[in-house]
């Protein structure tokens, strides 16, 4: 069974299983907080009513992704207890707990997170939109394959981490080539860190800087993700070279998508999604002689897992021809499981900032009244706020803000908002900074 295990990735291993718990603690977190103003029962975008007209017709429940309040009536409270479930099966994958037991313990865990969070996206709507959802549900499902303490990971699961993060890569690098010309006469970020959806403390800093630095890091941008993904897969060559070589060259790819991600981290509150591929990337690491399991790897084990890996590369046949294909898509799953997904981000820049702003009153003479503004917490509102560092949380409100003056319609979301606001609504006022009619903080 030796030429199976990958004892020299037991710290890969640890970083992996307990940062993607981290991150669904994190989400679930955001769910908890968020879901039932937004999607609950009396939230903008009802998922009741989504679920009603998904049992309809054959039709409509096809185009709902597998979620268990299709098995068992939607409510807020039980979506706050699937959440709560979530974070203390998240809180004990970070102690390391289920990794002392045998290999299907940590694997029923992770596979209840991954199973917990999709019945969450499935019914998310546009509010659960985004590519860093897909990811980590797919992240979640091969973290439950990882096995346990006491044993080395398979090479062929850790294959399967690299393939992740070079779509994860690769994918947003060619986005980005075949998008809009800024990513090609090197002036992206000439605007990306003014026009980006959620600003940090230091983006103004870096949007400051000097112009041939933002060519330099558009060009660092395309090396680490055009160039640098290839890199990761050289561990397999170790299995021919055993000098070591090829597992230093897959690490120091790993380092620089790593750094690449922290800049990005610094400079931009991008949800989950760069810490995400910060975590990912440590599937790449190789540390000779630390952590070094002591057991063997189970047959029982080396049969599932071969399994999954068999199952995974049926699966990316669609994403391998995405990755080639001039109509590339971004962000996209091929399959009801968001197994196997295509990834991407900011395929075009915007060179504008268009900010739409909702105040209010409480006066009785309406024309003649002083309006305020309502805040929120990330979106950018007073220019003499220096905006704060939300990411990894995940503030969907204020991207979906964002997105707003970007769309061609009126979002059914955005109508029903205002009226919550007319209403002074509390659970909704609470996800503002400032109550734009009272202009007291919520």
Known sequence: MEGFAAPDFALAREVLQRGIAALFFVAFLSSLNQFRVLLGERGLLPAPELLDWASSSPHAAKLIRPTLFRLIRYTDRRLAALCVGGILISLLLVAGVPQLGPPWVPMLCFLALWGGYMSIVSIGQTFYGFGWEMLLLEAGFLAAFLGSADQPPTVHIL???????????????????????????????????????????????????????????VL???????????????????????????????????????????????????????????????????????????????????VITGAVTVLYVVLSVPAVRNLFSSNQQMNAAFNRWNLANAYGAFGTVTK?????????????????????????????????????????????????????????????????????????????????RVDGSSHLSV
């Not at 998508?257 to 910060?278: E, K, M, P, Y």
């Not at 006066?363 to 990411?391: H, L, T, V």
């Open 220 to 302: 660092g941008n395309h090396f680490a993700q055009l160039v640098v993904p290839w890199l990761l897969f050289a561990p397999i060559l170790g299995l021919w070279i055993p000098d070591g070589v090829p597992q230093l060259i897959g690490t120091v790819a790993a380092a620089i998508v790593i750094l690449s991600q922290l800049w990005l981290v610094v400079t931009g509150n991008f949800a989950w999604l760069n810490w995400s591929t910060i975590v990912l990337a440590f599937a790449a690491v190789a540390a000779p002689g630390v952590l070094r399991p002591s057991g063997d790897i189970p047959l029982y084990w080396l």
């Open 159 to 217: 294959v399967l981490f690299w393939w992740l993060v070079f779509r994860l890569e690769f994918g947003a690098g060619m986005i980005k080539m075949r998008g809009g010309r800024e990513w090609r006469d090197l002036t992206a970020l000439t605007y990306h860190h003014e026009t980006q959806p959620m600003p940090g403390p230091f983006s103004r800093q870096a949007h400051l800087l000097p112009r041939w630095v933002h060519k330099g890091e």
């Open 352 to 432: 504008q900032r268009i900010e739409w702003i909702i105040q209010g009153t409480t006066s009785e003479d309406p024309p003649r009244a002083e309006w305020r503004e309502y805040e929120f917490k990330g979106k950018p509102g007073d220019e003499r706020r220096i905006p704060r560092q939300f990411a990894p949380y995940h503030l969907r409100l204020d991207w979906l803000m964002w997105f707003l003056p970007l769309g061609r319609r009126l979002e059914d979301w955005f109508r029903a908002l205002i009226v919550k606001l007319l209403q002074a609504d509390r659970p909704t006022l609470r996800l503002l």
